[in-house]
Antibody, heavy 119, light 107 residues
Framework: QVNLVESGGGVVQPGTSLRLSCAAS????????MHWVRQAPGKGLEWVAV????????FYADSVKGRLTISRDNSKNTLYLQIDSLRIDDTAVYYC????????????WGQGTLVTVSS | DTQMTQSPSTLSASVGDRVTITCRTS??????LAWYQQKPGKAPKFLIY???TLQSGVPSRFSGSGSGTEFTLTISNVQPDDFATYYC?????????FGQGTKLEIK
């Protein structure tokens, strides 16, 4: 079965950097675009970024463009999110999600990893 | 960017009720809309894609309709397990976006 496991979250100071990982198993990783979605405490879902199948094409939410970098290593079935210049409002649970290729939507999600930005 | 308006923000219902949640977009997105259910502390669960196609394993009391700029999620015969927060999600073009969410509460 498909399994997505995020890691890398924690408590960090403003201005620092962090890299989140999402290890995928039980799927043909190269057949799917992969997304990051975040959710601030008590708030709704916010789409953050996508990387297409071959890792070349990437798209970002306007709110994070320039500070967040999505990437993937298809040899390791792993998705990444690099967050630079962390801000208080980056505090959120970060989910990775698999694109439902061809029909759209996100059919599988990880359990999420919590990033807390605090001084 | 395309704006999304989901309503109501909170909905009170009893077991057995029929409820409807609406999602409106500021631009025509054809049928490129999905719905998710989320419970506290859990990842969202994929319910419906292409506005009206039920994901495998989702109970048939859930249904979606609409196209263009107006969409609905209907739950007929609400069950205790259905009390949760629901989100619409448009994916016609990047950047994607979600509705604000609707919390379905027990009356």
């Amino acid at each position: 079965q498909v399994n997505l496991v995020e890691s890398g979250g924690g408590v960090v100071q403003p201005g620092t950097s962090l890299r989140l990982s999402c290890a995928a198993s039980g799927l043909t990783f190269t057949s799917h675009a992969m997304h990051w979605v975040r959710q601030a405490p008590g708030k709704g879902l916010e789409w953050v970024a996508v990387v297409l199948k071959d890792g070349t094409n990437k798209f970002y939410a306007d709110s994070v463009k320039g500070r967040l970098t999505i990437s993937r290593d298809n040899s390791k079935n792993t998705l990444y999110l690099q967050i630079d210049s962390l801000r208080i409002d980056d505090t959120a649970v970060y989910y990775c999600a698999r694109d439902n290729t061809g029909d759209g939507g996100f059919d599988y999600w990880g359990q999420g990893t919590l990033v807390t930005v605090s001084s | 960017d395309t704006q999304m308006t989901q309503s109501p923000s909170t909905l009170s219902a009893s077991v057995g009720d029929r409820v409807t949640i609406t999602c409106r977009t500021s631009q025509d997105i054809d049928i490129w809309l999905a719905w998710y259910q989320q419970k506290p502390g859990k990842a969202p669960k994929f319910l419906i894609y292409k506005a009206s196609t039920l994901q495998s394993g989702v109970p048939s009391r859930f249904s979606g309709s609409g196209s263009g700029t107006e969409f609905t999620l209907t739950i007929s015969n609400v069950q205790p397990d259905d009390f949760a927060t629901y989100y619409c999600h448009r994916y016609n073009r990047y950047p994607y976006s979600f509705g604000q969410g609707t919390k379905l509460e027990i009356k």
